[in-house]
């Protein structure tokens, strides 16, 4: 008889089944004033605004809250990816 198989033999990186548990995973990160989008392991905040300090607050607040959450579960911002657009 063959021992059970462990939780990486089960869910493996690259099965159909990965992107549904890393959506349910992650399915309670918090609402934001800005827009989010999500790719993956992925996420974008998109706020756009006629003055510059608005925009400045929001996206500042809402990466605030996803810092939150992301420490509140442990996780931990690459920040190697953290790049902030801007356009004038």
């Not at 309670?28 to 905040?45: F, K, R, W």
């Not at 990466?63 to 004038?88: E, F, M, P």
């Amino acid at each position: 008889m063959h021992p059970p198989p462990t939780s990486e033999e089960r869910n493996t990186t690259g099965s159909t089944l990965a992107p549904m548990l890393f959506n349910i995973y992650i399915s309670d990160i918090p609402e934001t004033v800005s827009t989010q989008y999500s790719y993956a392991h992925d996420q974008a905040l998109l706020f756009s605004h006629k003055c510059r300090n608005d925009v400045q607050e929001v996206l500042s607040l809402d990466t605030q809250g996803i810092t939150d959450y992301l420490s509140a579960w442990r996780l931990r911002l690459s920040k190697a990816n953290l790049h902030a657009l801007r356009s004038i």
